[in-house]
């Protein structure tokens, strides 16, 4: 099909060639050694591993499997096909090592996005210097799934980067990005209410984590513990401040529009928050 749709003469010798072939024909080893006189001659790895394969009269396919002119996925494809188990499992562990110590990315199917495949991606650095590629690689299994101090430390390099060229939203989505998974780290609050009287901070995360503990020391086991609301400040325990809103205490819930009783229906998270003005510090509820 392929040599109809092409004028080059070599490709219809070729499909010419390799329908004349078959295994149950008397002729076979002369059909063979025919071919295999010009195998060099032919130009494309591809169609001397296919006559190669084809010429072959033994068990070996290393003239196939070893052609670095091929591309990797398609001689584990091959070998897939054809090897037996025990040197299957012998090729692909080969493969894998030569991956890893020549920095070599197309292995990546081979070594995943493991500490296999940060050894490889740190020897393809080495070799390209294109820390982009690793770092956006990597960024989607660290922290997410397994911490590792030298992705940490291209992932510094690669924000520097791209603080240097001004890529300021692609370096927010990046942060983002590794923000997000079951081991990443979860940042401190940076920003906090604080008492009109002592100055002192009204952490409120410090008190539900206090309240759970006193629960799981009273009943000797872990229970789901409400959040807790204070009335007052933890280090002064004087009374917050009133909404400048709806004149109720700030840690009472905001009234809403059209509702008499409040407790009636579930409240939002945002019901809770504090809001003031950045410049006179009068607030209230949001």
Known sequence: RGAKET??????FIAMALTGFSSQNEQVQAWRESC????????????????????????????VLNNTNLRL?????????FLPDAELRTFIEEETSKVICTGNI??????????????????????????????????????SRFIDSTVSQWVVIYKGLLDSWQLWHQRALLDISMSEGPLAEVKPAQVFARCTFCNNTLELG?????????????????????KVKISGCP?????????????????????????????????????????????CKHGGHS
């Not at 081979?110 to 960024?139: E, H, K, P, W």
């Not at 400048?244 to 905001?254: F, Q």
């Open 235 to 279: 280090s002064c325990k004087k009374p917050l401040p009133y909404c400048a809103v709806c004149t109720l205490p700030l840690h009472c819930m905001a009234p809403k529009m059209g509702q008499i009783d409040n407790r009636s229906k579930p409240a939002r998270n945002f019901d809770e928050w504090f809001t003031w003005c950045q410049n």
């Open 106 to 143: 197309e292995g990546i199917p081979l070594t995943g996005l493991s500490l296999d495949g940060v050894a490889l991606f740190q020897n393809y650095i080495d070799r390209t210097a294109d820390i982009q590629t690793a770092c956006l690689a990597m960024s989607r299994v660290v922290p």
């Open 73 to 81: 996925l398609d001689r584990i494809a091959f070998a897939c096909s």
């Open 206 to 226: 410090f008190a539900n984590s206090k309240a759970k503990d006193r629960s799981r020391f009273r009943s000797g086991r872990s229970h789901p513990v409400e």
């Open 36 to 63: 295999g006189s010009v195998i060099n001659d032919l130009g494309d790895p591809y169609l001397q591993s296919c006559f190669t394969f084809l010429c072959n009269t033994g068990d070996s396919f290393s003239s």
């Open 7 to 12: 004028d080059d003469p070599r490709y219809q």
